[in-house]
């Protein structure tokens, strides 16, 4: 054995033993407020089939928000929020006013090993207590080990830009050039063209000073520590785990290709990681691998053969786990318009093919675009563009036509959401001459959909319509299709671009002007209901449901006997699900819900089932 493993091991056993000694787990806390007698059986998350499956074994489907990019800045010391007050703040903002279920949760690694072979138990600690704000807001988590750039101390205090991720012993070691990027308009350029920031990406996947070794221990230790400081309730709704943020090789080796980058050191590195988290007692969840950062950029001269395509099958202890910004809009140059119908439905069915050919589960865990600066005008319809394309893999001009070919609804967290956007004081690179408070605060970007207003209230930086949607969190069977039409707007213009077809006069009048959202599914008849979120534009009187099960207006508080049912979803954030309770195994179910109609008759309630039941009948047999 080495005397590199040698110290790896004693480190880990010390860990190890350092961690018991913390005590064992908690009891299991009692349900969450708002809970019904399917919502803690239903919280544990796996793969099968190419889909999430809770512990019902319905579909689930993931949406939400990166909790945040504050994680990158010193200003909390590498957390998201400043205290666990805050976390619980935006964890209830986040389920009330941005309609997310789910979180991907940033992990610092300088500040979980600030010293080689140290594990910080107090930043640990911190970090689990802020998570615990989101579980009890009934709100998943998927923790992230976040880097950029690889880490801030490759940049001295004069630097025109930052990175985060590795401790500062790990890039002393490394003993890397003085960063230059040369003329970089963009923070990623970094990414290719910073001598230092290569070398050092470079060096970890080759194990160079045995800093993946260092890495991997130090994550176990992490996965360890939050597994015993949980409650066996509380960990269950810890989704999974997200390794390593936006691996890129750094320089290739003569002869080497990005695929062969994957296949020889990215996969093997996830294969190390994944028995870490079995170790850690993570075994039943999956890890949310991500391919080469540059697999699907939607520039030419950018874009890298990847997607783990030499992985095999990656079944359900891995989830493919990609990241998609329209580099083209996000120029200026390259995209002179506005984003419009459809304008990512082949994108984003790039990737349901690429999760569906590895067999497993898909999840975007980043999306976005600017919110200030010169591109700044596209980010209605870029928001509004991605989201119809995580949706439905077609554009709405085709959705009423062809809804067979929707495709299975994907699973995505926006970048971002964090509460102190504007509001920062981030010396960067330590420098206290350049204090950041504008934006994100990072590298000059600006894209959180929330902050604080004067008050200290939280209030949403995007309109409403666009973030707070209509989805299928739940669906008893397997969803066939479905769409949301949001009706946001790009300044004072509402973007209509999956109108009600005139074939279906009555859906057309009931839907009106309105908001609307359907879900085509077969179920599966175990008993435990469909639920799809309810935003908080459709109150209880103005939220109308057209199913086979039946049409109603203000859905009653839900009963197992009660087919179309309305409740609070579970963590007392006053947030609402619709909940459908279909009979029958292998039969197709359809529901539309819209805030469009204002006391409509029964006639037309019932015109409109009848109108969309033939066309269900039509497209599914």
């Not at 399917?38 to 990166?66: K, S």
């Not at 025109?160 to 002393?172: E, I, L, Q, R």
């Not at 695929?259 to 093997?268: A, F, G, I, K, Y």
């Not at 956007?421 to 408070?437: I, Q, W, Y």
Request: aromatic share 10%; net charge negative.
């Amino acid at each position: 054995m080495s005397k590199l493993r040698a110290r790896l091991l004693g480190v880990l056993v010390l860990l190890t033993g350092f961690l018991t000694a913390a005590g064992p787990r908690p009891a299991a806390a009692d349900g969450l407020p708002d809970s019904l007698w399917f919502d803690e059986p239903a919280a544990t998350l796996t793969v099968a089939n190419g889909r999430f499956i809770d512990g019902l074994g319905r579909e689930v489907v993931l949406r939400g928000y990166n909790v945040s990019g504050e994680t990158k800045l010193e200003e909390n010391s590498g957390l998201p929020f400043a205290s666990v007050s805050d976390a619980r703040k935006s964890a209830t903002a986040l389920r009330a006013l941005g309609g997310g279920n789910s979180v991907r949760f940033l992990l610092s690694w300088a500040h979980a090993e600030p010293a080689r072979g140290q594990v910080d138990s107090a930043y640990l600690g911190a970090a689990t207590d802020q998570m615990r704000a989101f579980l009890d807001a009934g709100v998943r988590v998927f923790p992230d080990f976040h880097q950029d750039l690889y880490s801030r101390h490759l940049f001295n205090t004069g630097s025109w830009y930052s990175g985060d991720g590795a401790p500062k012993w790990a890039v002393t070691e490394g003993g890397y050039p003085q960063e230059s990027c040369g003329i970089c308009l963009f923070w990623g350029q970094n990414i290719t063209q910073n001598g230092a920031v290569k070398a050092a990406q470079y060096d970890f996947w080759h194990n160079a000073h045995g800093l993946q070794d260092a890495f991997l221990v130090t994550a176990q230790a992490t996965m360890t520590y939050v597994r015993q400081h949980l409650t066996t309730a509380e960990f269950a709704g810890v989704a999974g785990l997200d390794p390593f943020n936006e691996p890129y090789a750094g320089t290739y080796d003569s002869g080497q290709t990005s695929r062969t980058w994957e296949r020889d050191l990215l996969w093997p590195f996830y294969g190390k990681f994944r028995a870490r988290m079995d170790a850690a007692g993570w075994q039943d969840k999956p890890a949310f691998v991500e391919p080469n950062l540059f697999w699907n950029a939607n520039i030419s001269s950018q874009k890298q053969e990847g997607g783990l395509l030499d992985a095999g099958t990656l079944g359900p202890r891995y989830v493919f786990n990609t990241h998609f910004y329209d580099q083209k809009a996000i120029s200026g140059i390259l995209m002179w318009g506005k984003a419009g119908d459809g304008q990512y439905a082949t994108d984003f069915g790039t990737v349901r093919d690429r999760a569906s050919a590895a067999g497993t589960a898909a999840v975007v865990s980043e999306f976005g675009h600017p919110l200030s600066g010169t591109v700044s005008d596209k980010a209605p319809t870029v928001g509004k563009a991605m989201y119809q394309a995580l949706d439905s893999r077609l554009p709405g001009s085709r959705w009423w036509t062809g809804a067979a070919a929707s495709g299975p609804v994907l699973s995505g967290t926006q970048w971002q959401w964090d509460i102190y956007s504007g509001r920062h004081h981030e010396l960067m690179n330590d420098n206290p001459d350049k204090v950041l408070t504008t934006g994100d605060a990072w590298n000059g970007e600006d894209l959180s959909a929330v902050r604080l207003d004067d008050s200290g209230t939280a209030v949403l930086r995007q309109d409403a319509r666009l973030l707070d949607r209509v989805y299928p969190s739940a669906t008893a069977g397997s969803t066939l299709a479905f769409t949301y039409e949001d009706r946001s707007r790009d300044g004072t213009t509402t973007l209509t671009w999956n109108p009600v077809p005139s074939t279906l006069p009555q859906v057309s009048q009931l839907v009106g002007s309105g908001q609307y959202g359907l879900s085509v599914w077969r179920s599966n008849g175990d008993g435990a209901p469909t639920e799809l979120h309810l935003p908080a534009s459709f109150p209880a009187s103005a939220t109308t449901v057209v199913s086979d099960l039946g049409a109603t207006v203000d859905p009653p508080a839900y009963t197992a006997a009660t087919p179309i049912a309305a409740a609070p979803e579970p963590g007392g954030t006053g947030s609402r699900r619709l909940l459908l309770t279909a009979p029958g195994p292998g039969t197709v179910h359809f529901a539309l819900v819209t805030n469009g109609a204002s006391a409509p008759s029964s006639a037309l309630l019932n015109g409109a089932r009848t109108e969309l039941a033939a066309w269900a009948a039509a497209r599914f047999g």
